[in-house]
């Protein structure tokens, strides 16, 4: 168990929709990031908050956007989905900024979306 | 831009044979390098990073990596596979301290009785 929790584990939604994913980093950390799995396009940096400040952006989609809170948990908010976004969402945090040397991430067990 | 291959979708090994799962990145700058392992239907664990500490890195589950810069490699090694081992192993690259990670496109080890 790494620590870092998601929710929901699944998601079926429709195209058009917009979901919410959830992501509560491990206790302490202060910076989160999100990924997209897909079988084309692989692992994919969306964006990282450190703090509740956005801090580094990928290849995010501006349908896509993301928000970290003051209790340090992030969201992400997909939206106008496609049947393309249809993936695996992952969440990992760090001690980025804590002291630590070498930003090791901690992933979360990924919430699997599906849009029909 | 820094990016990373890895030579070969997907490895066979029988059980107790060598594994080697090969990572080559670029980057302009002294890298920090991990090793992830994904099970099915779960998130990534990590099994071993580069510390600059010393070029062999030994991680969990009797799995090591040997950093060679001439090479710009990381390839991972493990002695005798056994069969938990099988899942699929991510090379993950960083620039810096607190930059993103880039991950190759993975490798499915399938470990043979």
């Known amino acids: 168990d790494s620590g870092v929790t998601q929710t929901p584990k699944h998601l079926i939604t429709a195209t058009g929709q917009r979901v919410t994913l959830r992501c509560s980093p491990r206790s302490g950390d202060l910076s989160v990031y999100w990924y997209q799995q897909s079988l084309d396009q692989g692992l994919q940096f969306l964006i990282q908050y450190y703090n509740g400040e956005e801090r580094a952006k990928g290849n995010i989609l501006e349908r896509f956007s993301a928000q970290q809170f003051p209790d340090l948990h992030s969201e992400l908010n997909l939206s106008s989905l496609e049947l393309g976004d249809s993936a695996l969402y992952f969440c990992a945090s760090s001690a980025f900024g804590r002291g630590d040397l070498y930003n090791e991430q901690f992933f979360g067990p990924g919430t699997r979306l599906t849009v029909l | 831009a820094q990016s990373v291959t890895q030579l070969g979708s997907h490895v066979s090994v029988s059980e107790g044979a060598l594994v080697l799962l090969r990572c080559n990145y670029s980057?302009?700058?002294?890298?920090?390098l991990f090793w992830y392992v994904q099970y099915p239907n779960q998130g990534l664990q990590l099994l071993l990073k580069?510390?600059?500490?010393?070029?062999l890195v030994k991680g969990i589950n009797g799995f090591e990596a040997e950093f060679k810069k001439s090479e710009t490699s990381f390839h991972l090694t493990k002695p005798s596979a056994h069969m938990s081992d099988a899942a699929e192993y991510f090379c993950?690259?960083?620039?810096?301290?607190?930059?993103?990670?880039?991950f190759g496109p993975g490798t499915r080890l399938s470990v043979l009785p």
């Open positions: 980057s302009s700058v002294p890298p920090y």
């Open positions: 993950a690259v960083s620039e810096g301290y607190g930059q993103n990670f880039v």
């Open positions: 580069y510390t600059s500490a010393a070029t």
